[in-house]
């Protein structure tokens, strides 16, 4: 088979940079699982002893199952998935995580889908399907970041989260997005009080390539001294970063003996295998530059004899990556598409009894509106009919009180008339007395004018009367004329009453052309127009 090209390793010996850095910091961050002794054993013979490690993971496997304890189950397939891919097994950790989310998703246990969906994101990565990648990392984040929001996880676990992305572009030689992944990651340590030299390792990759050589390496520095303390097998991966940093600003001597320090712990150490073929391909493309042909043909052939191991069809392990053997995603595919399918069912099903519910729901609406209309049609003829007979009864209550008004006032007119007549009767009789010489006049006279009454004392009667009748007459009149005196008053009162001039002269004791005077005055203060009838107009008080 064809070597695969040297870009395409460059470019994906980054992505494994992060591919151990994960596992190993990511099963120790993110551990929604109780205490599992198979994988703790596993873990202390991962360095230097693998067979070991292989064989309690798989005793965990095999009493989980017979357990039926699924969470520890899926736990202990990704953690036996993330051995192989550390000996470059990648066809058996692909398969064995897809096991587990096929377990996970019939769990339906959320917690234990961001571990899976790492480690698939770091797998495709590898054989260059970023999309995949991208996909399955975004994913991980997204799923914690809803449990963080349901309070089901600690925010810490999202570290894991950012690490994978920040290696993701930073691998893509995309330092901008890295970086951005980088100050989260920072931010949210700040906000937990906590602090990861796996971070500083990267910060110091960023800041080597971004023109800040020296501050690169000084951070580099920093994240080494803890290694070597911590976690030696780490220092595979920091002298790779170093030998990166060093040959991107053109030191190239200091870039060639981290190289040759990755490939020496690689033989120390069972882990992180595939930094073989980083390092033999990073010291042949130096030794190019330098035209040292003969070393960096011996570096490049190594380089192609891992490569011929790892990804070509030779390959033991990997062979059916290349045929494109997905049988559990494919699995879970068509699960997918069966589980479309029924609610593709459903909903038609949901849309059909929708639309017998949408008749039903119209014809109910139709009797409603049928119903209330014909109900606000009896309540406003029911209202109209109400409001008829009230105006009708106060129509009548006020033509009883206006005939009993007309009654009384023509009761006041007879009255009045009758004080009229009486005068008009003393007066003739003076008169008659007063042409006879044998009759005493003295004493007759003396006697009438104890009859008679005075004009101002017929007036008080008749307007106390008046006004026990017509209660609000004056008060009306005078509200929309303030300017009308007393003897003004007294004419509209006996206009009111229709009393001619004779009578009205008499009841107030004056001439007959002082009444027509005083109407003329009275209609100037009322403002009449010529034409318009006085008696008339007073009645509409």
């Keep these: 088979m064809k070597v695969i090209s040297h870009n395409f390793f460059t470019v994906n010996s980054l992505c494994c940079i992060f591919f151990a850095v994960f596992f190993s910091s990511y099963t120790k961050a993110q551990k929604p699982f109780s205490i599992n002794k198979y994988v703790d054993k596993a873990r202390l013979f991962s360095a230097e002893k693998s067979e070991d490690a292989f064989f309690h993971l798989n005793e965990g496997i095999t009493y989980y199952s017979a357990e039926k304890d699924t969470v520890n189950l899926v736990y202990t397939i990704c953690e036996l998935s993330y051995y192989y ?23 339906n246990n959320e917690k234990l889908k961001p571990k899976i969906y790492q480690g698939l994101g770091w ?15 975004e994913l991980a984040l997204s799923l914690n970041k809803q449990l963080l929001k349901e309070k089901k996880i600690h925010e810490s676990l999202l570290l894991s989260e950012y690490f994978a992305l920040i290696n993701y572009y930073r691998t893509r030689n995309d330092l901008k997005k890295a970086s951005e992944y980088l100050d989260r990651a920072k931010a949210l340590q700040n906000r937990l009080g906590t602090g990861s030299f796996y971070l500083v390792s990267e910060l110091g990759y960023v800041k080597g390539f971004s023109g800040e050589y020296e501050k690169g390496i ?10 070597k303390e911590n976690n030696p097998s780490y220092m595979i991966i920091i002298n790779y970063l170093y030998g990166q940093v060093h040959e991107k600003n053109g030191n190239l001597d200091k870039s060639i003996e981290a190289y040759k320090n990755t490939l020496a712990l690689t033989n120390d150490y069972k882990r992180h295998s595939n930094y073989i073929l980083k390092g033999n391909e990073s010291l042949a493309n130096i030794y190019s530059k330098q035209q040292e042909y003969e070393k960096a043909y011996y570096h490049r052939n190594i380089a192609a004899k891992v490569n011929e191991k790892i990804f070509g069809r030779t390959s033991e392990h990997n062979n059916h990556l290349f045929e494109i053997n997905d049988k559990y995603r494919l699995q879970k595919e068509n699960e997918k598409a069966l589980q479309k399918e029924r609610q593709i069912e459903k909903l038609e099903d949901e849309k059909r009894i929708g639309f017998l519910q949408n008749i039903l729901m119209g014809v109910v609406v139709l009797f409603i509106l049928l119903y209330s209309i014909l109900f606000f049609r009896n309540l406003r003829r029911k ?9 009708e009864k106060r129509r009548l ?6 005939e009993v008004m007309e009654l009384k006032n023509r009761e006041l007119t007879a009255s009045a008339l009758q004080l009229i007549e009486k005068e008009e009767f003393i007066i003739k009789l003076k008169q008659s007395i007063s042409k006879s010489d044998t009759i005493d006049v003295r004493t007759i006279n003396r006697m009438l004018k104890g009859i008679q009454s005075s004009p101002g004392s017929n007036w008080k009667e008749f307007e106390a009367r008046f006004t026990s009748i ?18 003004d008053l007294k004419l509209c009162a006996l206009v009111k009453l229709d009393f001619s001039s004779k009578e009205m002269s008499s009841l107030l004791g004056i001439t007959i052309e002082s009444v027509h005077t005083s109407r003329h005055r009275l209609r100037k203060k009322l403002q009449l127009k010529r034409g318009e009838n006085l008696v008339d107009f007073i009645a509409t008080f």
Aim: glycine letters at 4%; aromatic letters at 18%; charged letters at 35%.
């Design 85 to 107: 891919g550390h000996n470059l097994d990648y066809g058996n950790a692909y398969e064995g995580y897809w096991k587990a989310l096929i377990l996970a998703d019939k769990s």
């Design 123 to 137: 797998l495709y990565l590898f054989f260059r399907r970023d999309e995949e990648a991208l996909k399955y990392f």
């Design 218 to 227: 000084a951070l580099l520095d920093e994240a080494s001294d803890y290694f």
């Design 383 to 391: 209202h109209k009919l109400e409001k008829e007979t009230l105006l």
């Design 397 to 402: 209550e006020k033509q009883k009180t206006k």
């Design 470 to 487: 017509n209660q609000s007459f004056y008060k009306k009149i005078r509200d929309k004329f303030p300017d009308l005196g007393q003897t």
